[in-house]
């Protein structure tokens, strides 16, 4: 069984594939219906004004939140949804962080490369995050010589980014660091920068193969590995659907990774395509992260913002762009919710749904969204219902028990604030607060 309102199923899908639908673009793909919405969240070939108008706002990309405006600027204004929210997901997979690369460029540079192999070729991706000069510095890449090989990268590639505990021997983390020998970042140009000299040019056996193996020969033997695919697959089914995939659901879709020669695009369709993705078990299933659960906020609402008026809530909520925790990237999950990140939380809609063009650089009118008939329930007239549930609808998908709708219309038609405005704000900062906004 899964969701069976067509209009609920788009949604789901524009939370999980995005970052939540306006109201518009709900009501857009909700009219093309759901197999023509996943096509056209697919298509990264269409223009997307975001990127040029990003470049546009003169954000200082020399400076750490420069950087994260410009990104957030992104998130917020892109008609390629999925494109952003696979470049966040592989920001946490491949997770490096500005506080130890020191340099905003090849974290920018990293960022790119993540959007440009978003639904790409994962062997590319592999050997372009090998050779990437943020995750070089990150994970001690100049250090990696002959002499004294190094193996963080080595460790860190098998353990967390394409092969996963148990899959690996000491001896192959020792073999894959040699492999990698010599492969910089050059200092001056802050490139990637090979290094014969420190080399280790003698033979290594890695994963049962045997020869003069360098970086490139490492990936090929990860991906001739059963678990190669499967701990990506893990991985994304869990980003996308639900956690603690069943191992033969995790094996079905890591199917299609190999058949595709390691491309990810037939992967990711056939994960939003497929029955666990629309089922009940996957619907309000995943806690949002603070950036979902920001940028969604903003979008769905129709509010605006100075992007550096978000980095301190992102930062309390436990999710700072650009500077994840360590090399395993944000935990996630319940990971998200403590006493202190849920205050923050809803500290935030508190300050979305307060926000007025008058006191802050945040506005948000709650009427913009609202139909004339619908508006009049803001004052109690006979249309209260038509006005909460319209917000209920957007905000939740009505998905609230019938006690909770209840305690919603009574504040409405008998609560204080008395002024209408501050009520309509109330009640949309009640909405916000509720459990299931903070599920995707």
Not at 199 to 227: C, Q, R, S, W, Y
Not at 323 to 343: E, H, I, Q, R
Not at 387 to 397: E, M, N, S, T
Request: proline letters at 6%; a negative charge.
């Amino acid at each position: 069984m899964g969701i069976d309102d067509p209009r609920t199923r788009i949604a789901h899908l524009l939370r999980r594939a995005g970052f939540g639908g306006t109201p518009d673009e709900i009501d857009r793909y909700a009219a093309l219906g759901f197999d023509a919405a996943v096509t056209d969240l697919l298509d990264f070939a269409k223009p997307d004004l975001a990127e040029s108008d990003a470049e546009a706002q003169g954000f200082n990309l020399d400076a750490p939140d420069g950087l994260r405006s410009w990104w957030l600027y992104r998130m917020l204004h892109t008609s390629r949804p999925l494109q952003e929210k696979l470049t966040l997901y592989w920001h946490g997979h491949f997770a490096t962080s500005i506080a130890k690369v020191r340099d905003p460029l090849p974290m920018r540079w990293q960022n790119d490369l993540f959007r440009e192999h978003a639904l790409g070729s994962f062997r590319t991706l592999l050997r372009r995050v090998s050779r990437d000069p943020a995750m070089l510095r990150w994970l001690d890449g100049n250090t990696n010589r002959k002499a004294s090989p190094n193996e963080n990268y080595a460790r860190e590639l098998l353990e967390l980014f394409a092969l996963g505990i148990g899959n690996y021997t000491e001896d192959d983390v020792k073999a894959a660091a040699r492999a990698y020998t010599g492969w910089f970042m050059d200092p001056q140009t802050l490139s990637f920068r090979f290094a014969p000299q420190a080399h280790d040019a003698g033979p290594k056996t890695f994963l049962g193969t045997t020869g003069n193996l360098d970086g490139d020969d490492v990936v090929e033997a990860i991906l001739a590995h059963p678990a190669g695919a499967q701990h990506v697959t893990r991985k994304l089914f869990r980003f996308f659907v639900y956690d603690d995939p069943e191992p033969e659901t995790v094996e079905r879709f890591a199917a299609i990774l190999r058949g595709a020669n390691y491309e990810l695009r037939p992967l990711v369709e056939a994960l939003l395509r497929s029955p666990e993705f629309s089922s009940p078990r996957a619907y309000h299933a995943k806690i949002k992260s603070p950036v979902e659960l920001v940028v969604g906020s903003i979008r769905q609402v129709g509010a605006t913002t100075a992007y550096q008026d978000l980095f301190v809530p992102l930062r309390r909520m436990g999710q700072d762009l650009f500077a994840p925790p360590n090399v395993k990237g944000w935990d996630g999950g319940l990971a998200w919710v403590s006493t202190s990140t849920m205050l923050e939380r809803f500290n935030f809609a508190n300050r979305i749904c307060t926000a007025r063009e008058d006191a802050t650089r945040t506005t948000f009118d709650p009427r913009a969204s609202l139909s004339a008939g619908a508006a009049g329930g803001a004052g109690g007239s006979q249309n209260t219902d038509a006005f909460a549930d319209h917000y209920l609808r957007l905000l939740v998908d009505a998905d609230v028990p019938p006690e909770v709708r209840a305690s919603l219309l009574a504040y409405l038609n008998d609560g204080a604030p008395s002024d209408p405005d501050a009520r309509t704000r109330g009640l949309v900062h009640l909405i916000m607060s509720t459990p299931v906004y903070q599920s995707a």
